[in-house]
Nanobody, 123 residues
Framework: QVQLVQSGGGLVQTGDPLRLSCAAP????????MGWSRQAPGKEREFVVA????????TYADSVLGRFTISRDSAKNTVYLQMNSLKPEDTAVYYC????????????????WGQGTQVTVSS
């Protein structure tokens, strides 16, 4: 069992940056590819970005490409989601997740999930 603990999030204004963190206390998350998804009010959860175990490979949803950056620090067992140029449509609960696959954009392929963190972007 892998516990993922998220931090960051909050209320920001349009155009502001924000960074989310996802840590795996006491575990080596380098054994897992990691991803972020989000769920806006009244909508299904959607894939945002994923990163391979090594960190060499990433894939982004078109809606965040060029604005969001995923990275990982294996020494800290932590994955980060840097969000720049935030828009009101980025408002959602963001979830990090871990998968044993090389990388994935599919929710059902992720085995472990963080608790979720609210990001609200005001216009």
């Amino acid at each position: 069992q892998v516990q993922l603990v998220q931090s960051g999030g909050g209320l920001v204004q349009t155009g502001d940056p924000l960074r989310l963190s996802c840590a795996a206390p006491g575990r080596t998350c380098s054994s897992y590819a990691m991803g972020w998804s989000r769920q806006a009010p009244g909508k299904e959860r959607e894939f945002v970005v994923a990163i391979t175990r090594s960190g060499a490979g990433t894939t982004y949803a078109d809606s965040v490409l060029g604005r969001f950056t995923i990275s990982r620090d294996s020494a800290k067992n932590t994955v980060y989601l840097q969000m720049n140029s935030l828009k009101p449509e980025d408002t959602a609960v963001y979830y990090c997740a871990a998968t044993r696959r090389m990388i994935s954009t599919t929710e059902r392929e992720y085995e472990y999930w963080g608790q979720g963190t609210q990001v609200t972007v005001s216009s």
